[in-house]
Nanobody, 124 residues
Framework: QVQLVESGGGSVQSGGSLRLSCAASTYSRYCMGWFRQAPGKEREGVAVIRRDGTPSYADSVKGRFSVSRDSAKSTLYLQMNSLKPEDTAMYYC????????????????????WGQGTQVTVSS
């Protein structure tokens, strides 16, 4: 069992930046990532970092978002730059007991543990 607590969300203007954090009770054994869900839409994968540290990104955020982790602090980060109104969503941190295959890394149903989410709102 792992507990996940997100922080760092907020409201910014288009082109701005935010850094999300996810404090985990323990995650060294897990593949972890960030997902988001906008009103009326399905939850989607944003960025994942595998056990070996390799990141994977959704096409919509490549070049703008960066996922990283600090093992000493048991914390996962998502640096979001050049934010757009379409990035507005509730952002969730998640962990997978079994690392998904590379083609399914961004599929929410592969992840077992979820945080409560943090809201990101980008205005134009």
């Amino acid at each position: 069992q792992v507990q996940l607590v997100e922080s760092g969300g907020g409201s910014v203007q288009s082109g701005g930046s935010l850094r999300l954090s996810c404090a985990a009770s323990t995650y060294s054994r897990y593949c972890m990532g960030w997902f988001r869900q906008a009103p009326g839409k399905e939850r989607e994968g944003v960025a994942v970092i595998r056990r070996d540290g390799t990141p994977s990104y959704a096409d919509s955020v490549k070049g703008r978002f960066s996922v990283s982790r600090d093992s000493a602090k048991s914390t996962l980060y998502l640096q979001m730059n050049s934010l757009k109104p379409e990035d507005t969503a509730m952002y969730y941190c998640a962990a997978a007991l079994i690392e998904p295959s590379w083609w399914s890394l961004l599929q929410p149903d592969k992840y077992n543990y979820w945080g409560q989410g943090t809201q990101v709102t980008v205005s134009s």
